[in-house]
Nanobody, 122 residues
Framework: QLVESGGGLVQAGGSLRLSCTAS????????ISWFRQAPGKEREGVSG????????YYADSVKGRFTISSDNDENTVYLQMNSLKPDDTAVYYC?????????????????WGQGTQVTVSS
């Protein structure tokens, strides 16, 4: 399973760091991504990383503000979120796909976390 943590309530301009830890398997060979879903909106891909080839992806809405990284020893992927805006308010999910190249956010995501709430107040 995947377990996310690090969400919370923060004022606009603040920062949070989300963590996604795998339990029962490792991220070896996987592409790990963060998605978010705000109330009444469709789920969107935020950022992804493939630790094997080092490729990363960022949605235009978070470029320059969010940074994704991985710690293979800890079997954890992080999403550092800076300069947060009220529009970043959502439930954030991490997911992993295996057997894909590069940063991936397609239908082959195999495991999903339960989500962590991020709320940014204005």
């Amino acid at each position: 399973q995947l377990v996310e943590s690090g969400g919370g309530l923060v004022q606009a301009g603040g920062s949070l760091r989300l963590s996604c830890t795998a339990s029962g398997f490792t991220f070896d060979g996987g592409a790990i991504s963060w998605f978010r879903q705000a109330p009444g909106k469709e789920r969107e891909g935020v950022s992804g990383i493939n630790p094997t080839d080092g490729k990363t992806y960022y949605a235009d809405s978070v470029k320059g503000r969010f940074t994704i990284s991985s710690d293979n020893d800890e079997n954890t992927v992080y999403l550092q979120m800076n300069s947060l805006k009220p529009d970043d308010t959502a439930v954030y999910y991490c997911a992993v796909a295996f057997g894909v190249a590069g940063a991936y956010m397609g239908p082959l995501m195999t495991y999903w976390g339960q989500g962590t709430q991020v709320t940014v107040s204005s």
